[in-house]
């Protein structure tokens, strides 16, 4: 059996390379109107869509799944509707496949620019929600490289139900099938197959857990784009507005739980500590937030002590850490020792502050006085992502197309000669 799937993702690498040679020339009206083809096909297949739908959900109930996993699980005609306009939506984005940049002459009387184009192969790698399987082969296609989807055993009828409707809508387009290829075994193994495929596969993707993650960042033989947790932190600066104080904290932790931008630890300012926290405390018990904090925290609001572990976790739920710094340099000294180097705010009024933060903050996304639920692709102009990485190469912060890509350089001349 292990050799048979050995045999079975070789031969998807195989067509997913030939297809990348392909799609790296195809110009952009294609690929576009490819975009809009698959739209329409998962429009006009939404019945069968529910229905092969209905076998995951089916199956997932009798294997226990909870409410949360069920729900992100299900298609529905709002949800397939959804899909079908995102699609739309990525083809009425730029292209950035062919731009030429810095495009300068030499004292030599050559040209040299850098010129952006796919990555080739992208292997993406992900849990339940069967609306990625759209998403990201849509942002795959438009930045001109071939995929193969290896989505959630779980999902596996859903799965297969998008990709033919993807498949026949890179036909429609004139577009090989190859080009965004479903994995149809569900056999755990092909997931270690995929992380080997390094002669056919340009990069990998992770999308869901932290164990799935650190599994395809330990095994995998081909680059990751990845982020492991989103501990995001917001500092009360001494010379914050207490308005915006409030504002952005709230909503940086309660304007949704479960996401990875979401606020898991709060730095507050000492001599601000006393005037701001008892008010937050109000807001977020009234929201019913769960409140931890140190040792300075707990003698101006009533909370839970705080533990070296809070500092250090992603709860992805109603739970706020908090700790009073002396200063500037505590905040930073703290972020830059337990951040996830995902996203992080300060609150302040002071300019110098904001450069001092910025410059020395080590993370992917670096905030003043805004929530650090703007830490998202679509916020950010991007149109869509496929995911945030908090690596430092090649792409940082939320991937879009452009972190798709990568560069080239490209030299003119008229028949120069180096002497």
């Known amino acids: 059996m292990k050799q048979d799937i050995n045999v079975y993702m070789q031969e998807l690498g195989i067509k997913a390379r030939k297809a990348s040679s392909t799609l790296a020339a195809v110009e952009s009206k294609t690929k576009n109107d490819a975009l809009h083809a698959i739209a329409d096909k998962l429009i006009a297949n ?34 397939i509707k959804q899909m079908a306009e995102g699609l739309r939506q990525i083809a009425a984005l730029a292209d950035p496949v062919g731009e030429i940049n810095d495009l300068n002459y030499m004292p030599s009387g050559i040209q040299v620019g850098q010129m952006r184009v796919p990555l080739g192969v992208i292997g993406i790698i992900y849990e339940s929600r069967p609306n990625v399987t759209a998403d990201a082969a849509a942002l795959c296609l438009k930045s001109g490289n071939a995929t193969i989807l290896r989505g959630g055993s779980e999902a596996i009828h859903s799965n297969k139900a998008v990709a033919q409707c993807i498949q026949d809508g890179l036909k429609e387009a004139g577009l090989p099938s190859e ?26 993707i992770p999308r869901g857990g932290k164990g799935l993650i650190e599994r395809v960042s330990n095994d995998s033989l081909i680059p990751v784009i990845k982020h492991l947790d989103g501990i995001c932190h917001v500092y009360i600066d001494d010379d914050a507005d207490k308005e915006k104080s409030l504002k952005v904290t709230f909503n940086s932790k309660s304007q949704r739980y479960g996401t990875c931008n979401t606020l898991e630890t709060l730095l507050v300012a000492k001599s601000r500590a006393s005037e701001i926290l008892p008010e937050l405390h109000s807001l977020f018990v009234e929201e019913g937030v769960e409140l931890r904090g140190c040792e300075q925290t707990q003698q101006i609001i009533d909370c839970s002590p705080a533990s070296e572990e809070d500092w ?20 930073i000294q703290h972020i830059n020792t337990y951040s996830s180097q995902h996203t992080e705010s300060i609150i302040t009024q002071d300019i110098t502050k904001t450069r001092r933060f910025m410059r020395e903050v080590d993370s992917a996304s670096v905030m003043v006085n805004a929530s650090t639920r703007f830490a998202d692709g679509f916020e950010y102009g991007l149109g869509a992502e496929i995911g945030i990485s908090t690596d430092k190469l090649h792409a940082r912060g939320p991937v879009g197309l452009i972190g798709l890509t990568s560069l080239k350089y490209v030299v003119f001349g008229d028949g120069h000669i180096r002497q």
């Open 46 to 79: 939404t019945e069968t869509l529910k229905t092969e739908n209905a076998k995951d959900l089916e199956a997932g109930k009798a294997k226990g799944l909870d409410n949360a996993m069920l729900d992100r699980l299900a298609l529905t005609d709002a949800s």
């Open 179 to 204: 080009c965004v290829q479903v994995v149809e075994v569900t056999d755990r193994e092909a997931v270690g197959e995929l992380l080997r495929l390094k002669d056919y596969v340009d990069v990998i």
């Open 312 to 331: 250090q976790t992603e709860y992805l739920a109603p739970i706020l850490a908090i700790k009073v710094v002396a200063d500037l340099d505590e905040a």
